[in-house]
């Protein structure tokens, strides 16, 4: 039998659900047996804003360090809370077929957003999220909150909250759709760059490895997280920063194009710029990076709050 492979995962239900979602299908299409090492991060054991602790990569160092230090051979990652650079020496392998990125509401009494009315408590840990939600004009009170889905469904279900929103992907891979009130539309409010996407990486020098990983990457999905990722990047946002972009791939009239929605928010919800762009897939980061620029030049930058030199 092939030796086992070794995956870094952090320890939540959510991280282990979609890590054994990944580990089932290395060992179906590689036939190579898989171990789940549990790896704790900082995000996991610190309840402060994810912006208090370190924001971007709160999620994945010690996943990284894991990897690089050879305590295992691979690490899924949720894709949005990967920082824009690459990290030395490691390489993402594949990107898996990305699922549905939109959010959902799990509100009481089965309500959706416009029904929720005035005042009413919508739990979310996203300053994109919270500025999407304050620039609807329904009044709503947004809340800040962490913890795990069931944390955060629990405090519906209490009558504390009268709503949370979550990521779609993560209640699809809890097998936990039917708790969902709302799939909320993109144009009402837009998911994070690389939202129900996953990312498998390992190191570099494994170049075996790396190639046989690559059986699982979807080529759709990565050029749109690469596209979503680009604009991020150019707008030197990390994933605490209250932006939005959401990616498609489609037939063009000259081959398969790319087609960027991109949204920087101010977080209190009193303005924000939205832009779109196209291009060949080829070129997916060069329109990501041509996005931001234009939305820089619409003043996205104060809406973040960021002093560009």
């Known amino acids: ?80 809370d990967l920082p824009t650079a690459p990290a030395e020496a490691l390489v993402i392998a594949a990107v898996p077929l990305r699922e549905d990125p939109r959010d959902v509401l799990v509100a009481r009494d089965g309500l959706t957003l416009g029904e929720l009315g005035a005042g009413a408590r919508v739990g979310t840990g996203s300053p994109r999220r919270t500025a999407q939600l304050r620039g609807l004009g329904l009044d709503l009170d947004v809340v800040p909150i962490r913890g795990n ?8 279900r209490s009558g504390e909250l009268d709503g949370v929103v979550l990521a ?22 837009l998911p994070a760059p690389a939202q129900g996407a996953l990312a498998l990486e390992c190191r570099g020098a494994d170049a075996s490895l790396v190639a046989e990983l690559a059986a699982l990457d979807d080529p759709d999905t990565r050029t749109a997280v690469a596209a979503e990722r680009s604009l991020l990047g150019a707008l030197e946002a990390g994933c605490t ?8 791939v489609a037939e063009g009239d000259d081959g398969l194009e790319i087609y960027l929605r991109g949204l920087v928010a101010a977080i209190d919800g009193t303005d924000a710029v939205r832009l779109s762009a196209t291009g060949p897939t080829s070129e997916a980061q060069e329109v990501g990076r041509r996005l931001a620029a234009e939305l820089l030049d619409l003043g996205a930058a104060d809406l973040m709050g960021v002093t560009r030199t």
């Open 149 to 156: 889905v069931d944390t955060r469904i629990g405090r519906v």
């Open 1 to 80: 039998m092939a030796e086992a492979l070794r995956l870094g995962t952090r320890g939540s239900a959510l991280a282990l659900a979609q890590s054994g979602q990944v580990a089932a299908a290395v060992t179906e299409r590689l036939g190579r047996p898989v171990e789940l090492v549990r790896v704790q991060t900082e995000g996991d054991v610190n309840s402060a804003a994810i912006a208090q602790i370190g924001g971007t990569g709160v999620f994945v160092t010690a996943l990284r360090d894991a990897l690089a230090a050879g305590h295992v051979d691979l690490a899924v990652h949720s894709y949005k």
């Open 168 to 189: 779609r992907a993560g209640l699809a891979r809890l097998g936990r759709l039917d708790e969902a009130t709302e799939v909320i539309d993109p144009l009402t409010v």
């Open 241 to 248: 920063a209250p932006v939005g972009a959401l990616a498609q």
